[in-house]
């Protein structure tokens, strides 16, 4: 499709005549989603300027002080959401249960689970963040919402994406038919085709760790970071942001290998299962990619909680499965 002039909508109308059975129940959501970080973007891009910045008087669920901007884009997600009788419940990083349906609006067959905000201890200066999101079909009859919808693996997503709020803003998704990327012209408001059909190199020359953890991973992690340091036959550049919208899109677009592995002091890592790892390792494999908590999949890992942690290893197919081996010791 011509690129700069085909708007997100669009797009997603084309990609849903391709479903003859299609409800547009799906679209619905994303075209909201999309709604909701043009005005988390437009609150991003002027945060300097109004009271936004810095913490809000709260905590959240992982007892981590909430940003404002953590609290206002939760909020955005959600009043975007509720009203489209297309969910039956929602599932957020900011809330500890279950955000319902209020009684006044109807339920969907969907189940939508998002980080309203990532990396937003990066805000106050002014690094790229993101709102990273995962949409399920409801398992539960009736369309009542429990927490059953949401302990799905990541293999039952019908759609996962993020939104980068950096130089640009940008929206990137999937509904399983490749993985495509709209850049915001802030000047008409509309989400524009900017990346058609991504796809992340096999082989990359970037590895994303924070390397401050380094004597906290177990030896065969520290070999394997040693070993691209000193080993590879193409030199790899360490690049880690600390936001991990922004350092899994880097990776996605250039090639590399993103990890936050587990280590002595938090064994399951610090990266939440539901709605971190599980959307991005939905998006990199639609690109070509892989993505694992070590050894299994992350897409084949079901959830016990809506906020489990899980180590996460992201990004082009060498490097990770290269990492997987060297965990089971055959490397
Ligand atoms: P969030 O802001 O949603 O809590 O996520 C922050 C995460 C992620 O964005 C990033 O990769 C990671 O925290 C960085 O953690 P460290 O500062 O411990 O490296
Ligand atoms: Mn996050
Ligand atoms: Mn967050």
């Not at 293999?155 to 495509?180: D, E, H, K």
């Not at 050894?295 to 490097?319: F, Y």
Request: charged letters at 25%; proline letters at 4%; one cysteine or more.
């Amino acid at each position: 499709m011509q690129k700069g002039l085909t708007n997100l909508n669009r797009y997603l109308l084309e990609e849903q005549r391709k479903y003859p059975h299609a409800t547009g129940d799906f679209t619905t959501i994303i075209e909201q989603i999309a709604f909701a970080s043009k005005i988390i973007s437009r609150e991003v891009n002027k945060a300097g300027i109004v009271n936004i910045l810095g913490k809000a008087q709260s905590v959240n669920v992982h007892g981590e002080d909430q940003q404002k901007l953590d609290v206002y884009s939760n909020e955005k997600m959600i009043s975007a959401m509720e009203h489209l009788g297309k969910l039956c419940a929602m599932g957020s990083e900011e809330c500890e249960d279950i955000v319902p349906i209020p009684d006044r609006y109807p339920k969907g067959k969907y189940v939508v689970v998002f980080d309203p905000l990532d990396g937003s201890s990066n805000i106050d200066v002014n690094i790229s963040i993101g709102t990273i999101f995962g949409v399920y079909r409801a398992v539960t009859e009736g369309n009542k919402g429990t927490v059953e919808d949401f302990l799905q693996p990541g293999r039952n997503l019908v759609a996962a994406g993020y939104v980068i709020y950096g130089s640009s803003t940008m929206l990137v998704y999937s509904a399983g038919n490749g993985v495509s990327g709209f850049t915001l012209d802030p000047s008409v408001g509309e989400f524009l085709l900017s990346h058609e059909n991504i796809r992340i190199p096999e082989k990359g020359k970037i590895y994303s760790f924070n390397e401050a953890n380094f004597e906290k991973w177990t030896p065969e992690i520290q070999r394997y970071v040693r070993d691209l340091r000193t080993k590879s036959d193409r030199t790899y550049t360490g690049r880690y942001i600390g936001s991990l919208v922004a350092d899994f899109h880097r990776n996605l677009l250039k090639g590399g290998v993103f990890a936050y592995p587990g280590d002595t002091s938090n064994p399951k890592g610090k990266l939440r299962l539901l709605y971190e790892a599980a959307p991005l390792a939905y998006i990199v494999e639609k690109a070509g990619g892989a993505a694992i908590d070590g050894i299994n999949d992350i897409l084949d890992i079901k959830p016990e909680g809506i906020h489990q942690r899980t180590p996460l290893i992201i990004g082009s197919k060498h490097e990770v499965e290269l990492y997987r081996k060297y965990m089971k010791g055959e490397a």
